[in-house]
Structure formats: structure tokens, C-alpha cells
């Protein structure tokens, strides 16, 4: 069955950087498009970023294009979100989902994935 397990969150200052890590099982990893996403309190949750390994495509909503990085390592089926220069406002709950809509519609589709992990908290202090 298809698993993923996010983690790396924890809490940081502002300006500074925490990888975050989402291990897949039970799928071909190398013929999928993982994505991240986050919800923030009160908030609906949102799309950040997404890769296919198809192709090594990545997207990047605005808010975090220059700031995050999406990489993907099919050794270990295992996608990362690199978060630099974070912000109070990067402060959520992340997420990963596989079978992803990797591009612009990556958020307006999230009702439609079905296979989702956990999700680890990140805090950013001002």
C-alpha cells in the first residue's frame, strides 16, 4: 500500500533553514510527481511545491519560489523541501502527497489526492 512519512519540522527562527524529508513506499517512485503542501491555523491548506520524477519538473507557489527548494532522491524514495530564509508566516503543519498535479493546478485539485502523509509542524519565532 502506498505510505508516506513526513518529518524534519521543529521550530526555528526567523531567516533561518530546516530541510524537510517525505519517505515513499508502495508506488513507483520514479514514475510519480510528489508535492508538498501546508495548513497554518485556522487556515485551509495550501500548495507549496512539487516535483515529477518523470521528468524532474518542479513548481513553486510564489510565496516560496527563491526561499524553498524541492529535490528528490529515488535511491531512497525519498522527496525533500529545503526551507531557507523562512518567515512567521511559513508556520504550519507540512505535508506530502503523492500522484500530484505537478504545476499551477497543484493546489486548485488538492480534494482530488489520495494518498497523503502525516504531516510534521514547523514554527518560525519572530
Known amino acids: 500500500d502506498v505510505q508516506l512519512q513526513a518529518s524534519g519540522g521543529g521550530w526555528v527562527q526567523a531567516g533561518g533553514s530546516l530541510r524537510l524529508s517525505c519517505a515513499t513506499s508502495g508506488f513507483d517512485f520514479n514514475d510519480d510527481a510528489i508535492g508538498w503542501f501546508r495548513q497554518a491555523p485556522g487556515l485551509e491548506r495550501e500548495a507549496i511545491s512539487c516535483i515529477d520524477n518523470r521528468d524532474d519538473t518542479t513548481y513553486y507557489v510564489d510565496s516560496v519560489k527563491g526561499r524553498f527548494t524541492i529535490s528528490s532522491d529515488s535511491a531512497k524514495n525519498t522527496v525533500y523541501l529545503q526551507m531557507n530564509s523562512v518567515k512567521p508566516e511559513d508556520t504550519a503543519v507540512y505535508y506530502c502527497?503523492?500522484?500530484?498535479?505537478?504545476?499551477?493546478?497543484?493546489?486548485?485539485?488538492?480534494?482530488?489526492?489520495?494518498?497523503w502523509g502525516q504531516g510534521t509542524l514547523v514554527t518560525v519565532s519572530s
Open positions: 502527497a503523492a500522484d500530484v498535479s505537478c504545476g499551477p493546478r497543484l493546489g486548485a485539485v488538492i480534494g482530488q489526492y489520495d494518498y
